[in-house]
């Protein structure tokens, strides 16, 4: 009778425990899940000092301080705009069509907090996660139109590039619209973030014009040196390191093992690409000119980068570092092309982000069987004719009403001085390097 009692209890009690411990697995997966979008969101935050310290290194001594401000500003626009309408315009309610819906973004996790962990991580970890990365597309306009344009005019496109033209664009394929339903593939944005920045640059700095004394009459281009090399360096470990949280993440889950494995395989093809990048483009640079530049080295990683982005996850470890190079050896053709077409991109992102972000979104078909080319090149047309037309409502608004371009003596004196009234280097106000990279 005793053992009938304890093999009944047992089978009453084993469905309990079996249940409580489905229960607990699917909790620590929500955490596990919730904590990479954290992690991986500080990461990519880490990329806005990464942006800040390469186009301060990039950009000459006497507008140091004015492009530190232009990159802490847009981050946190960003932040309140993504906030306010991006997140909502990107995500809700797209089901395969154009654009979501208007109204602030607001946590929602009262399922998690009764126990029903089927949403797979908490609201706002996803939130901070997808801001991080509008910032990113802001960061690669700053660059481009750095030295010679208002401050105002500039953070008054960032409202609009980070509140509308971004969300809209990502709502067609990450938020599940009509690119996504064609299949769409863009893993991390090569396109989607990247290319969005580079094509609003690109548009800002044909509408904005060159920097005085960079291209002459008669067809000679200036040099105008960066600041510090160094800095720039440093902000090109940390755009790497960054790079990380930017690819890892997207994988979009820790709470198994197949999502640990693909991360491991995220983070081995970002770093390799990165390599790859690098060291094609200081060889291209050694064939070409018979010596290497370290701008255009420092571009080749991120060149790298970017290429992997739109598909980090398939490749072979191989494949990754030919991917990256493919990049490195495109951005060292690319800026002196622009360079002859008159187009002044004074930190390379153009080249970087938009050109490399093309090559690494037509690459994705190389190493994952369910993308296509023709896919792949219809995302890249439609969100090229899109950013291009919205942004060149935008500068051309903001150039026709307040302008856009600082006068001819601010920019020979600096935008720090005469915007900020301050500058980033007071003790070396003067000295050589007013000459030669202030």
């Known amino acids: 009778m005793r053992k009938q009692l304890i093999l009944l209890a047992g089978m009453v009690l084993l469905p309990s425990l ?22 991986s969101g500080v990461l990519v935050m880490w990329m806005a000092a990464g942006f800040s310290m390469l186009e301060a290194g990039m950009v000459r001594s006497r507008n140091v301080a004015t492009i530190c401000l232009k990159n802490i500003s847009l981050y946190s626009i960003a ?61 690669v306009v700053s660059g481009t139109v750095a030295e010679r344009i208002k401050l105002w005019p500039f953070l008054g496109f960032v409202v609009l590039l980070t509140g509308i033209i971004y969300p809209i664009q990502g709502a067609w394929s990450w938020g599940g619209g ?96 990165a390599a790859g990048g690098l060291v094609a483009a200081i060889i291209t640079l050694q064939l070409i000119y018979k010596k290497v530049d370290l701008s255009m080295a420092l571009n080749g990683a991120l060149a790298g980068l970017v290429s992997i982005t739109a598909e980090p996850s398939t490749p072979s470890p191989g494949m990754a570092v030919l991917i990256g190079a493919i990049g490195g050896i495109l951005v060292v053709v690319a800026i002196p092309l622009l360079d002859k077409l008159r187009i002044d991109d004074v930190v390379g992102a153009v080249s970087v982000h938009l050109v490399c972000g093309i090559w690494g979104t037509l690459a994705v ?41 600082v006068s001819k003596e601010v920019e020979m004196n600096g935008c720090d001085s005469s915007e900020l009234g301050m500058e980033a280097y007071p003790d070396f106000r003067g000295g050589s390097s007013g000459l030669s990279s202030g």
């Open 365 to 405: 078909p190389l190493t994952n069987s369910d993308a296509s080319f023709v896919v792949q090149l219809v995302g890249i047309i439609s969100v090229g004719a899109f950013v291009i037309a919205a942004s060149a409502v935008a500068w051309l608004a903001l150039k026709f009403t307040v302008g856009i371009r």
């Open 79 to 139: 932040g309140i705009l993504y906030y306010m309408v991006g997140y909502n315009l990107m995500y809700a309610g797209v089901d395969g069509g154009f654009i979501g819906s208007l109204g602030l973004w607001g946590p929602d996790d009262a399922a998690a907090l009764a126990g029903d962990y089927s949403g797979e991580y908490a609201s706002g970890s996803d939130w901070f996660f997808q801001m991080v990365f509008v910032a990113t597309a802001a960061s």
């Open 178 to 273: 009509w690119l996504d339903e064609m299949g769409f593939a863009d893993y991390a944005g090569s396109t989607i973030v990247h290319s969005v920045g580079g094509w609003a640059a690109l548009t800002g700095a044909i509408i904005l014009g060159a920097r005085t004394g960079k291209y002459g009459k008669d067809g000679r281009i200036t040099p105008l040196p960066g600041s510090n090399m160094p800095l720039a360096t440093l902000g090109t470990f940390i755009l790497w390191m960054g790079w990380f949280g930017f690819n890892g993440g997207s994988v979009l889950a820790l709470g198994s093992a197949d999502a640990v494995i693909e991360m491991s395989n995220v983070y081995l093809n970002t770093n390799l690409a």
């Open 18 to 39: 079996a249940l409580a411990e489905e229960s607990a697995i699917s909790e620590v997966a929500y955490i596990l899940n919730s904590f990479s979008f954290l992690i």
